[in-house]
């Protein structure tokens, strides 16, 4: 069984950074992407960054230059720094780990969640 743990939200002020990780636990060979998504109420699920195995990573426009996403894979651990909130970050952010490979099989894993509020 693979599950996935996030911790590191928060209430934070504008202006203000927050470091987001998410631990990857259980009988894993290899995991092939970790990402970040938020979901604000009403809306879709949307990715926040994304980092493979290899180090390549994407960021959603909204958030290039502000947020750094990085991974340490001994560790099946990555992380989501975030500087420079901004109130429209405000969201729950969730972790996800694609291409789980374990001994059973192919797996896709979703944390629960962690709140981000950004707000004076």
């Known amino acids: 069984q693979v599950q996935l743990v996030e911790s590191g939200g928060g209430l934070v002020q504008p202006g203000g950074s927050l470091r987001l990780s998410c631990v990857v636990s259980g009988s894993i060979i290899v995991i092939n992407a970790m990402n970040w998504y938020h979901q604000a109420p009403g809306k879709e699920r949307e990715l926040v960054a994304g980092i493979t195995h290899s180090g390549s990573t994407t960021y959603a426009d909204s958030v290039k230059g502000r947020f750094t996403i990085s991974r340490d894979n001994a560790k099946n651990t990555v992380y989501l720094q975030m500087n420079s909130l901004k109130p429209e970050d405000t969201s729950v952010y969730y972790c996800?780990?694609?291409?789980?490979?374990?001994?059973?099989?192919?797996?896709?894993?979703w944390g629960q969640g962690t709140l981000v509020t950004v707000s004076s």
């Open positions: 996800n780990a694609a291409g789980v490979i374990t001994a059973t099989g192919l797996l896709e894993v």
